[in-house]
């Protein structure tokens, strides 16, 4: 038998989860994400799909005199993210995204596809949103194992908490994301140029709020969560925990 407890909805801005035990640091460089191959291949993944759009085809037109003038803004610092172009969709629930341009979107990618890998070591196993060989469907089927098992094949109670967050991505706080990544993040370029994309959108709190649209915001938020999914898995001893995106669910034989 399941028994579900109130769904609850949280107003997270972040305080921070003290007590998260850091072992390892990023050891590229900044280097590593400007470097002319390191673009020429995050433009690579970035256009697939996309080849016959036009600003696509404007931007590769002149591709190498692009990439090397985004490299030189990069490596002297003038780089500056641009502002975005805002649409609705459905996806089922109305969401506003927000699209960068190609530039910003090409220096998205080349950031990515640097830290990424790194972060993925980090996060917990039971994180399933925007995570390669992870998704829905895995995170439905590891919430029905541990149902299983919590409830020892349906012969006893197992109770569950269902929460998410209110406003995930328009409630994520600038400073706490930055902290959290400096603790991960030695190199003060890579930092830098986090700031430059975490800055860049503008919301009616400022220094709160990231872009749904972009690939960046994907990772930040998994980073920014992580804190909390440590907190939760080494700290309260939550062994039964899923979470995916803003949702996440407890699984316990124990109702308190």
Known sequence: MTNFCTKLKFDWLGGGIKGTIMKIQLTHKFEDIVSVNNLLLAWQE?????RNKKDVQKFSFNLMDNILSLQQDLVNHTY???GYQAFNICDPKPRNIHKASIRDR???HAVYRILYPFFERIFISDSYSCRLEKGMYKAIKRFIDFYYVVSKNNTKTCWVLKCDIRKFFASINHKILKNILSKYIPDKNILWLLGEIIDSFYSIK???GLPLGNLTSQLLVNIYMNEFDQFVKHKLKEKYYIRYSDDFVILNHNKK
């Open 80 to 82: 500056k993210h641009g």
């Open 206 to 208: 400022p220094g709160v």
């Open 106 to 108: 090409l220096v998205h």
């Open 46 to 50: 970035f256009i697939k799909g996309k």
